[in-house]
């Protein structure tokens, strides 16, 4: 069975870090290109970032909304994908989940706040 | 950027009513991707590459379209059928999708 569990989410103030988890488990993670989406609390969804497998030189693609505060990665020893989010704003505020393959599965998601 | 632009944005149909939701693109798309969520879930694939069900859903839904127009259509409204839909593209970075139609139960 595909399992896919987000952690590391919380309330963190504006201009600070945080850093995401997706374990995974049931498939084969090292050819597995994954994705990062957020959903707004206006119920918007916004694809945010992927990472391509090894064979695919781990490329990773950004949304220009976190192009240069947010860093996809991954750990295929670990079957684990990373979402590194910096400089924080206001606008991250959302539930992020990871997906794959093409957005087939979905974790339960992980709730990032964003406020002072 | 390709923009998503569904229409309507919330909705009621009766059961049995036939139900079309469209999905705009700014620019022409190789395909499009639907999903349903409903309240407190996360997103579920529904229709893919246009006009294929995903796993376990019910052949009332169908999608059709090409180039910049896409669509989704119950052909006959079931209360379990309530939930909001979303379009996607991702023919090209960034990915993008739509703001989501409301369905609700009459």
């Known amino acids: 069975e595909v399992q896919l569990v987000e952690t590391g989410g919380g309330l963190v103030q504006p201009g600070k870090s945080l850093k995401l988890t997706c374990a995974t488990s049931g498939f084969t993670f090292s050819n597995a290109w994954m994705h990062w989406v957020r959903q707004s609390p206006e119920k918007q969804l916004e694809w945010v970032a992927q990472?391509?497998?090894?064979?695919?030189?781990?490329?990773?693609y950004y949304a220009e909304s976190v192009k240069g505060r947010f860093t996809i990665s991954r750990d295929d020893s670990k079957s684990s994908v990373y979402l590194q989010m910096n400089s924080l704003k206001e606008e991250d505020t959302a539930i992020y989940y990871c997906?794959?393959?093409?957005?087939?599965?979905w974790g339960q998601g992980t709730l990032v706040t964003v406020s002072s | 950027e390709i923009v998503l632009t569904q229409s309507p944005t919330t909705m009621a149909a009766s059961p049995g009513e036939k139900v079309t939701i469209t999905c705009r693109a700014s620019s022409s798309v190789s395909y499009m991707h639907w999903f349903q969520q409903k309240s407190g879930t996360s997103p579920k694939p529904w229709i893919y590459d246009t006009s294929k069900l995903a796993s376990g859903v019910p052949d009332r839904f169908s999608g059709s379209g090409s180039g910049t127009s896409y669509s989704l259509t119950i052909s006959s409204m079931e209360a379990e059928d309530a939930a909001t839909y979303y379009c996607l593209q991702r023919s090209s970075y960034p990915f993008t999708f739509g703001s989501g139609t409301k369905l609700e139960i009459k």
């Open positions: 997906t794959w393959p093409g957005f087939a599965y």
């Open positions: 990472i391509k497998a090894k064979s695919n030189n781990y490329a990773t």
